[in-house]
């Protein structure tokens, strides 16, 4: 399975089955950075226990959480540099959410081993061509 695939098959398993579903596609030494530029609490994430409680800490904030990729292109080999999509409702106010994050999906031997938020497609693309 290309990288494209690969992630999009694990966006599916989020939004049809849940984070435990998705963590089948994530390696165990999984590394996902939320940089400071791009959050008000910015963070990383280390193996499957980070992933959850990424997820945890956003779903205490927001109802129908989704997130998606409107683009994913396989920059280099392991490489995968995506439009993505976070699409919610504020769970207090109600007040539909959506932004759009470019991020960058780093694979190794079929499984997600890193995800990166970066400011601009632009970015993300370079940084996948880039060693990782």
Same mark, same amino acid.
């Given at each position: 399975m290309n #990288?494209?695939?690969?992630v999009r098959r694990m966006l599916d398993a989020l939004h049809?089955?849940?984070?435990?579903?998705?963590l089948a596609f994530v390696a165990e030494d999984f590394h996902g950075v939320v940089p400071p530029e791009l959050s008000a609490e910015?963070?990383?994430?280390?193996?499957?226990?980070?992933?959850r409680h990424y997820f945890d800490t956003f779903q205490e904030i927001v109802d129908e959480l989704r997130f998606d990729a409107?683009?994913?292109?396989?920059?280099?080999?392991?490489?995968?540099?995506? +439009?993505?999509?976070i699409t919610g409702r504020g769970r207090e106010s109600g007040i539909p959410i959506e932004m759009r994050v470019p991020g960058l999906y +780093? &694979? +190794?031997?079929?499984?997600?081993? #890193? &995800?990166?938020a970066y400011p601009s497609w632009e970015d993300a693309v370079a940084a996948g061509k880039q060693p990782g």
């Open positions: #990288g494209p695939a690969l049809e089955e849940g984070v435990e579903a998705a910015p963070d990383t994430y280390d193996g499957h226990a980070g992933l409107e683009e994913l292109v396989e920059v280099a080999p392991g490489a995968v540099a995506a +439009r993505g999509l +780093r &694979i +190794r031997d079929g499984k997600v081993v #890193g &995800i990166e």
